[in-house]
Structure formats: C-alpha cells, structure tokens
C-alpha cells in the first residue's frame, strides 16, 4: 500500500495450498501474469509483454539477480525453488531504480525460507500420471542461541504426457542466519540445481489435434542440461533506528549444455556456455525522521568471466521425425568474454503528509566486456557445412572490448485520499543489455559488437483499498513505450542487426480478493492489454517488412484466473476450484492468423489427517480440453507449430510436520 508500484505477492501458505509442479501453476494466479509451459519445468512469461524468449524479465532470489546481465535464461525460473519459498513477490513493469537491467517487463523475487525458532522438518511425497514423482524435504530450527539454520531439498522426476520428454531436477537450498548483538545480523545462503530435461518439438496443425503424446525429437535431440549454484552472504548493521548498513556478497557458478531445438532445421548445432560471477551489493538507508525523509543509496558491483563454444551437428532425419545428432566436426563459435558492471543508484522517499508520499530514483549502470575470440584465423566463416545443402554464415567478430552504460530515473506518487483507499503514479525508466549471444555470436551479420541497450519508459496510475470489511482490490492502468529494439533487417542487400524498433504496450490490470463468509473466499485476477508496433521494419523471409501498425505476435489481449474456496470451520480440509483463462493472439507479426482463446478448470483439495500429517489431490484441465500453451508460425508462413498442454492429469501427495 505504500509503494507506487503493482506488486503481486504469494505467501507460503498459498505456495503449500497450489503444492506447484510448474512455476506457472502458481504465478498465473496473479492479474497480468501468465506463464506458460513448455515441458518438465520449461516456460516463457507474459508481463506486460508477449510471450518471449527476450531478456525483458529479471528473475531474483532474496533480491540477489539469479544471473548476470546478459545471461537471460527464459526459463530461468527452474533454477529457484520456488515450490519451498517462503513468500513471491512480483513487480509488473519496469523495476525501480534499485534494479539494473532486463526487468522492463516485471521482476520476480522468490524469498527463502527463513529458519524458525524451533526444530521442523516438512516432507512432502507426491506422485501423478505419465510416472510424475516428487519429493520435497524442510529442515529448520535454532543451532544455538544466536543461530538458526535451513535446509530444503526438492528431487522431480517428471516422464510427461509426451513421447520421450523427461525431466529430472534436483535442487538444495540452506540457509543460515547468525545474530551476532542487537544492531548486527548475518544471513547466508547456500542455492543449487542441476537440470536434466529431454527436447519437446512443436507440432504440426494435424499431429497436434490428432497425436498430440507425438514428439518429433527422439533420443537426445533438442536436450538441455543445467548445473548452477549460488552462494550470498549478506550482513546488515543498524547502528541506530535511523540507520542500517546492508552488504552482500555473492558467488554464482553456471553452466548449459543445449541443444537449440530451434535452429536444427537451419543451423543445427550444440553448445556450451559457462559463467562465474563475484559480485558485491552495498547499501546504505538513513531515516530523517525530522524530514520525514528516507534516503537509499548503493552500489552494485559484479564481474562475470563466462566462455561459449559451438559445434556444428549432423542430423539423422526421418519425415518430420529428427532421431540423432552427432558432431560434424566444425566448431562454429569459440570466445570469452569477461563482463564487469558497475551500478550506484540513490533513492529519496518524503512524506510531506500524513496522506502523502512522493519518491524520486536514479541509477547508473555501466557495462565494460573483454571479448577474445579463440578461433584460429583459418575457420572458415563462410561455407556449405553437412547436413545442409545451402551456405551457412558464422561471423566472428575480432577479440576486442565493448562498453555501454545507461542511467534509469524513476519518480513516484501515493496518497492515501481516505482511511481505505488510496491512489498512486508512477514514472519509471528501465533497459535491457544486448546479450552475451547477440554480440558476439553474430550468425549472418557481420558485425553485432555496436549493439546499444533497449530502452522502456513506462506511466502507471493505480487505485486500491478495501471495499467494506471483506473485500481487496487492486486496479492498475499503464502504458510503456520500448524504444531501441534489436532488430535485423536488410539494408543495401547486406543482412545487419542494428537498434531501430519502437513498441508501445498498454494495459489495465485488476485485482479483487473477497472472504464471502468465514469458510468462502474468492478471487479474481483480469488483465486486458494492447501491444502494438509503433515503428519496426525487420526481416521476414528474404525481405524486409514493416510492422508499423499490427499488433505484436503471441501477445494476449485477455488473462484471467479466478478460485473459489471452501475451507471447513475447523480447518480439517480445504476444496479449491480454480479457472483460467488465456485470449486470443497473433501467431506472427504480419497478423496473418489468430489463434483463438481457451480456458481451463483446475481443482485442488487438501485433507488433514493428524496434526502432522495432511493429504492433497489436484486434478488438472479437469474437462480434458485440448489446447495449446504456444502457438507460432514463420513470417509469411501458413503452417502454424502448436504446443500442446497438459490433458487431464491427477496428482496425489501426503505432507508430513514434526
């Protein structure tokens, strides 16, 4: 109620209630979220922007970026384990001052359990159709009288309802929290995963609807391997209750193995790329409480040295079928790249009112790259490599540094125009970094390295309160404007890549909570956007196309979630039915086709047996409707690719405390 934002939260209690087998299961409960699924934990996410594998996200854990700039994961959410957090917060739109790049669409920032005061341990068993396990396993309580210490688990093993699509994750978090005197803490948290999931093609218009199991890759193909960890150690000092001294420092350590499943049809390859961070975040707050003035101000430092390499692929293909892959032979792509951005920031927070808060921010981020390319001189750029017939280009561009920076202001408004409603505005910047890939695994241009950030400036007014006793709501109408995009097109018969594409994205969003009586609840969760080009040439095809006018592709104009709740009088047991909803989109940027909406009902209970012990069930896309959680198509192409969702799937699991 007192930030200028639109911030969605989730609690714990609401993560165990959901038990969410895919982040998506439990963040589409949020107006103007949707994340699809994609297979095992895979996704994309639609905050204020389409569905995309862009960089325009930043994903968090315990406010600590999950990875470095330039190192966008769209699926980056199976890297947290968000199914143990103690609470999720999602901000829609451009991030604050305090944050640096990528989040121009939203942030999330899942919070890690802190370690109670007494011993618990949580374990949970569950298992579903298509050989769906999983355990989850809490440890927590006080190691002495200063100390109290953390540990989950979470082991999955998901086969799928799809042909030769399995997913393995195993994820460790521990936490440890010191009290060292009254004004002194430490917290430090110990975060890894590793991630073994199979390739899950798209499919064509007739398999989808009728052999939607089908899979086209087979063996390994289309494959991605992840191993991550990453350790913080952060410590606050609050001298006085004016002041508090935060530092944190981190450590991350990932790497991928992926096979593109995109790219086979043109490029096929492999690749590895490999990142290692230190990094440092320093803070400091004062309170003038005479002012009633808060100041922020800080300073993020981080230093990324990461490697990529590239090998060329053979394929064996039968039909649509694609049965193995092995090593052509030619490395395409073979760099370093050493990446440090510094980032100070300062914030102002006034209450010239009782009613009244205004703040204003400001940060600077600026981004310095070695890059060494560790090709010989003698690989062949240009050629015409197996298994494809046509001339494939791999540019590289020569080892040399790359900079760029850019400033983020932001202003924001709340006023509190009545004991329980209030009104707030808020004018925020934000930018994305190229990536390391765009940069320097140019493909086909010659040259990417002048590539600049993109930019956003984004307008929000909100209105929320209570409505009576027993209802919230929450009500949000923005605007944003994305300028700089990257974009490729074709300029004196030469393919470049260069920033030229302008956006404007537009919405409302709409909250209601309601506790209809002590045991009925019901929520609503209603977005309603409108993204459109406002100035973007591109390529398509052979061509270059303008896009100036159509809206943008795989962008829902409607989401929507709605649940309702019956929990007993004596709290035994609790039914959920849920409803969800996903509008209709462009499947490509010439607007050719549209892809029509669904809507799916989910249903969940849980049954307390014992105090210790509590059983769930969910049962989802209770109708058994077939739909498709993505829907895409070439420019210029009739033949749209489908991704199917999930059919009607059961999962059980028991709970256990001590």
């Not at 890690?112 to 396993?137: F, I, M």
């Not at 002590?518 to 080009?533: C, G, K, P, R």
């Amino acid at each position: 109620m007192e930030l200028p934002e639109s911030i969605g939260v989730l609690d714990q209690s609401t993560i165990e209630q959901v038990a969410p087998g895919h982040p998506a299961e439990l963040l589409n409960r949020l107006a103007g979220v949707h994340v699809n699924n994609l297979g095992g934990e895979g996704h994309m996410t639609a905050i204020r922007q389409p569905l995309t594998t862009g960089g325009v996200y930043l994903f968090l854990e315990d406010g600590i970026p999950t990875r470095p700039t330039g190192f966008f994961n769209h699926n980056g959410l199976y890297e947290i384990d968000l199914a143990q957090a103690q609470r999720i917060e999602v901000t829609r739109g451009p991030g604050s001052a305090l944050y640096g790049s990528d989040a121009i669409g939203g942030l999330i920032n899942s919070i890690t359990r802190s370690p109670g005061d007494t011993r618990e341990v949580t374990g949970t068993l569950e298992a579903g159709e298509d050989n769906r396990y999983r355990g989850l396993l809490s440890l927590s309580g006080p190691l002495g009288p200063r100390d109290r210490a953390g540990l989950q688990l979470n082991l999955a093993d998901n086969q799928s309802f799809r042909e030769a699509t399995d997913y393995r994750r195993t994820s460790l978090t521990a936490r440890w929290d010191r009290e060292w005197s009254p004004t002194l803490t430490t917290k430090m948290v110990l975060a890894g995963s590793r991630i073994e999931e199979s390739g899950a093609s798209p499919l064509q218009a007739e398999d989808y609807r009728q052999r939607p199991t089908s899979n086209y890759f087979h063996g390994n193909i289309g494959f991605r391997e992840v191993a991550t960890w990453r350790l913080s150690s952060e410590l606050n000092w609050e001298p006085s209750e004016h002041q508090l001294w935060s530092l944190t420092g981190f450590l991350r350590d990932n790497s991928m193995d992926l096979m593109p499943a995109w790219m086979l049809s043109y490029d096929p390859n492999q690749y590895r790329v490999a990142f290692h961070t230190a990094g440092l975040m320093a803070r400091y707050r004062h309170r003038f409480s005479e002012f009633d003035l808060e100041w922020i101000s800080g300073v993020d430092v981080d230093f990324t040295p990461s490697t990529y390499r590239e090998q060329r692929l053979l394929l064996k293909r039968r039909g649509p079928l694609i049965l193995d892959a092995r090593p052509s032979g030619r490395t395409n792509y073979n760099y370093a790249a050493d990446q440090l951005s510094v980032s100070p920031y300062t914030q102002l927070e006034w209450q010239p009112h009782p009613t009244l808060r205004l703040s204003a921010g400001l940060r600077h981020d600026r981004f310095a790259i070695d890059y060494r390319d560790r090709l010989p001189n003698d690989v062949s750029e240009i050629g015409v490599f197996e298994p494809l017939p046509f001339p494939a280009r791999h540019y590289r561009p020569d080892s040399q540094k790359v900079s760029f920076e850019q400033w983020s202001p932001k202003l924001g408004l709340v006023w509190d125009f009545s004991t329980q409603h209030n009104l707030y505005f808020s004018h925020r910047h934000a930018f994305r970094a190229p990536t390391a890939g765009q940069l320097f695994r140019s493909g086909a241009v010659a040259d990417t390295t002048h590539l600049q950030p993109v930019t956003a400036v984004s307008n929000e007014l909100g209105l929320r309160g209570q409505l009576g006793a027993r209802v919230d709501y929450d009500l949000a109408f923005y605007q944003m404007l994305v300028e700089n995009d990257i974009v490729s097109l074709i300029a004196d018969d030469t393919r470049q890549t260069v920033n030229s594409g302008e956006t404007r994205h537009q919405g409302i969003e709409l909250t209601v909570r309601a506790h209809l009586t002590d045991q009925w609840t019901a929520t609503l969760a209603w977005s309603h956007s409108q993204q459109e080009y406002r100035d973007f040439v591109a390529v398509c095809g052979a061509d270059t196309c303008n896009f100036a006018g159509n809206d943008l592709p795989r962008a829902p104009e409607d989401v929507g979630n709605a649940s309702l709740a019956y929990s007993a009088p004596d709290n035994h047991w609790r039914i959920e039915l849920e409803w969800e909803y996903l509008g209709r989109y462009f499947t490509d940027e010439t607007n050719s086709h549209r892809h029509a909406s669904h809507q799916l009902l989910n249903l969940r209970g849980q049954l307390e047996l014992t105090p210790q012990i509590e059983v769930y069930a969910r049962l989802q896309n209770l109708t058994d409707r077939r739909y498709a959680t993505y829907v895409s198509n070439q420019v210029g192409s009739p033949d749209l690719e489908y991704r199917p969702g999930q059919p009607r799937s059961a999962t059980l699991g028991v709970r256990f405390r001590y």
